[in-house]
């Protein structure tokens, strides 16, 4: 069996996420029904993780096993002349035996948009959450920056994250490597956050962009933020983000 990683950019307004759904349109599913048309067998693809409904990807991956003797390019082409045209496989790599997506990833970069002004211009909408307030760029900084490092993230989970029962593993602590804030120019005014990490809770970028805005918005202090993460209580963080100013940007191996 030869062992293939696929490198992914899609555009997830149109999906209920990547994991597999019965009744509703995922990215898994669209791309395990085309490899099985391309490899004439039944393919089950592991993702690097479980993007949400809304959430768009420039570089998630996922591995699958197959005995297909298709060459790497060959399912590239095959695949993009198949899906549909918000779903793109970008590269295809053959890898060592065992090797999969989730369990080798070593960490992944998410980026959030947001942007601020009166108007959004409609063909922004699906990529970008909308703020016409004025925002306190410095504090949010300055929160971004007390994330760095390791931490209990609880406080920016979302129920149904993990087994709260199970008392092995790391729990809700995680390592963040890189949070950086990038304003751009126009207007309205493009406002990124790119927060990357050894690992991710669910809805945690949300929650954490959720809760920043609110320090931005003048609604929360730095040190009530501070308290926030200190408390380890989701109740006293902000709300979750929208899921359409999210993506995946890359995932390390």
Known sequence: MRNILLRLSFDGTAYAGWQRQKEQPTIQGAIEEKLALITNSPVILHGAGRTDAGVHALGMTASF??????????LVRGLNSLLPEDIRVLAADEMAAGFHARINARGKVYQYRVLVGDICPPTRRLYNHHLKHRLRIDPM???????RGEHDFACFEATGSRDLDFTGGRGAVRTIFKPELTVGEGSPLPITFEIAGDGFLRYMVRNIVGTILEVGAARMSVDEFLAVMAGGDRTAAGPTAPARGLFLKEVYY
């Open 65 to 74: 096993e197959t005995a297909a003797a298709i060459p790497c390019a060959g």
């Open 141 to 147: 900084r300055e929160c971004l920056e007390a994330l």
